[in-house]
């Protein structure tokens, strides 16, 4: 099983609705939807519903209780420069300097995650591929010139119920200029100035309806001159120890931007036991209540 899941950047998407076989299902984001890259998680293609599941590729639930979860990132940027000119008989220098930091921290409280997940089979993906919504959108890429194509597939859902959350940004800058002029006789003469400022913002909820919070990924990609699709997890099998980003190996990170990813869209990582989220930046997102 795959170890990388992806938070959508909104927390207003219901729980898909299962028929009682549970072989079917409909909602905004669902099992088996189809989406274009990894920059939008919720741009569903199919929308008029995945394919019905067949008997050979169940759906298989499990549930977490009473979770809390935590990511941040600090990050801080200092910036300089020093310079020097003639004047004459006066020499005159300067240097300024330039501090940017920025933090940015989730904090997550579920009463429960509920996790369902699918194994596509090939036939599965091959039909979901040929239904008329996909199919369209993959023509308009071919009349392009795109001789290839990748695609995505959700078939992993994290249902959060109960949740509570509370994200805090925080931007802090701050500019320190000095500069002397020596003249005649030695005489030296200096002068400073130093300009901060501070952008914070903290966002919260008690309570939320249950909602899509998560989401796994199978890429599907056909190649030229290769019969046949190919399919794989989206970074099967990642494991290593969470932390800051500088962490996260660049193999994962290559490849997630050789699909679509750009990781200035990221704004932290975190998990338990070698499990992964990508957390998107709240730069980026679309959602106030995120």
């Known amino acids: 099983m795959d170890k990388c899941w992806f938070v959508l950047r909104q927390s207003h998407y219901p729980p ?32 008029d519903g995945p394919e019905p599941y067949p008997p050979n590729m169940p759906v298989h639930p499990t549930k977490k209780w009473s ?28 240097a300024a300097a330039i501090a940017f930091k920025r933090f940015a921290g989730n904090h997550w409280n579920f009463e429960s995650l509920d996790t369902s997940i699918i194994q596509p089979t090939l036939a599965y993906i091959e039909d979901s591929v040929e239904s008329e919504p996909v199919r369209s959108f993959l023509d308009g890429k071919k009349s392009l010139g795109f001789g290839s194509w990748t695609l995505f597939m959700i078939t992993g859902l994290v249902i959060a119920r109960g ?31 130093s300009v901060s400022s501070k952008d914070e913002e903290v966002r919260s909820y008690q309570r939320a309806s249950d909602f899509v919070w998560a989401v796994r ?74």
Request: with cysteine; aromatic share 4%.
């Open 217 to 290: 990924l199978t890429k599907v990609s056909k190649m030229p001159l290769h019969p046949g699709l190919k399919r794989e997890t989206v970074v099967k099998g990642a494991t290593f120890t969470l932390g800051e980003q500088d962490e996260v190996p660049i193999k994962i990170m290559e490849e997630l931007a050789a699909d679509g990813l750009d990781p200035g869209d990221v704004t932290s990582f975190g998990g338990d036991k070698g499990i992964i989220f990508f957390v998107p930046n709240s730069a980026n997102t679309d959602d106030p209540g995120i």
């Open 163 to 193: 949740a509570a959350h509370k994200q805090h940004d925080a931007t802090e800058a701050s500019a320190h200029s000095q500069g002397g002029a020596k003249g005649p006789g030695g005489i030296e003469a200096a002068a400073e100035a």
């Open 16 to 47: 898909p609705e299962y028929s009682e076989a549970k072989d079917s299902s409909r909602g905004a984001i669902c099992l088996g939807h189809i989406i274009p890259d990894l920059r939008h998680l919720d741009q569903i293609i199919n929308v």
């Open 67 to 94: 979770l809390d979860w935590e990511s941040d990132r600090d990050r801080h940027v200092t910036l300089s420069a020093k310079g020097g000119a003639p004047a004459g008989p006066v020499q005159a220098q300067a």
